[in-house]
């Protein structure tokens, strides 16, 4: 098995289903809401608070969506400029990555009609509660609260593994870090206002990897990544 398939996608998938099954099938979803709808008094106090819904909720969304255009600008520019020529195909896949991540998660949640914690019994809502993958009773309200929107706007960033390891390899890591960071930070904010599970951050984190991962894979997989190295430092000498 390539060590990029054992490492990179099986790994993660069963880490995935190990975690889904610790969340949805032994209850702990409503027992990581129920905690913390405890600890805020019985109701979500930092649904509408300053640092959870302002800054983490709407600055976060703008901050991400400012940086994607950066990005694109960036790459604009690569592709006007002859000295940033080996720069135009790992800028145009980072700005294909984010957009794809976050676009399936909202197409996502255009059509699976999960509900918010906020919106069922025991949580301060009116709706009972659904397994992920049980069917909507007849008459009910679709909800559109997974996966989740928001944290896709950090977990989309997963992709700067793969762009950094491709321009500056020793930053890999921590290009990963800033994706992750980024997710958690933004998936535990929503946690705490009542708009998700802790599942609904876990299925955005895969998706958004697995996008980053199989998109890389289809750009550059018959280009060695030494090679592609080289170039970039090659063209940052001429420029």
């Not at 990029?4 to 996608?9: A, F, S």
């Not at 027992?31 to 909720?57: M, P, Q, R």
Request: hydrophobic share 55%.
């Amino acid at each position: 098995m390539p060590s990029w398939l054992q490492w990179q996608l099986v790994l993660p998938l069963a880490a995935f289903v190990a975690a889904n099954f610790a969340l949805l099938q032994l209850g702990g979803d409503r027992w990581i809401a129920g905690h913390l709808y405890l600890l805020e008094g019985g109701h979500w106090a930092l649904k509408d608070n300053l640092v959870t819904s302002t800054l983490v909720h709407q600055g976060g969304k703008r901050l991400s969506a400012l940086a994607w255009l950066c990005a694109v600008a960036c790459t604009a520019v690569a592709w006007r400029r002859p000295a940033w020529r080996a720069w135009r195909k790992p800028l145009l896949y980072l700005v294909l990555a984010v957009l794809l991540s976050t676009g399936i998660v909202a197409w996502m949640k255009s059509w699976t009609h999960v509900d918010c914690p906020w919106d069922l019994i025991g949580f301060g809502g009116t709706r009972g509660y659904h397994d992920l993958l049980a069917a909507l009773p007849l008459h009910a309200a679709p909800g559109r609260c997974f996966p989740a929107g928001h944290a896709s706007a950090g977990y989309a960033w997963l992709a700067l593994f793969f762009f950094l390891g491709d321009v500056h390899r020793q930053w890999r890591w921590k290009g990963l870090a800033v994706g992750l960071g980024a997710g958690v930070v933004f998936g535990i904010s929503q946690q705490l206002r009542g708009a998700h599970f802790a599942s609904h951050d876990l299925w955005t984190l895969m998706i958004c990897w697995l996008v980053a991962l199989l998109l890389h894979r289809a750009m550059f997989a018959r280009r060695p990544v030494a090679h592609a190295r080289r170039a970039i430092i090659a063209t940052d000498r001429i420029a």
